[in-house]
């Protein structure tokens, strides 16, 4: 249902920027994510937005990285500027509604893109 792009090799210092893909009825309600992982480190949440465009960042990547989301085109960015060096992190898409009624929770992970050299 979350197919994301845009990874590859990027220089320190460098931008880029991810993509991920997905239904209208994901887009439609879902508060959506990116999260990240590097070998051997728990996977950690970089940053989320709200199905009406609330944001929120990890302190690590604030002033560097902008999240935001295309409901209509059904695509969620993740923009990455003044990359840190780093060696290969995997980013996930994350899609999620929180029901009042526990049983209709929902939640949705992309296969996730690689990024080497920076993250």
């Known amino acids: 249902q979350l197919v994301e792009s845009g990874g590859g090799l990027v220089q320190p210092g460098g931008s880029l920027r991810l993509s991920c893909a997905g239904s209208s009825y994901i887009f439609g309600r879902h508060t959506m994510h990116w999260y990240r992982q590097r070998p051997g480190k728990q996977r950690e949440l970089v940053a989320g937005i709200t199905s009406g465009g609330t944001t929120n960042y990890a302190e690590a990547v604030k002033g560097r990285f902008t999240i935001s989301r295309d409901n209509y085109k059904r695509m969620m960015y993740l923009q990455m500027e003044s990359l840190k060096p780093e060696g290969t992190t995997i980013y996930y898409c994350?899609?999620?509604?929180?029901?009042?009624?526990?049983?209709?929770?929902?939640?949705?992970w992309g296969q996730g893109t690689q990024v080497t050299g920076a993250a």
């Open positions: 994350h899609a999620e509604f929180r029901s009042p009624v526990p049983t209709a929770n929902e939640e949705y």
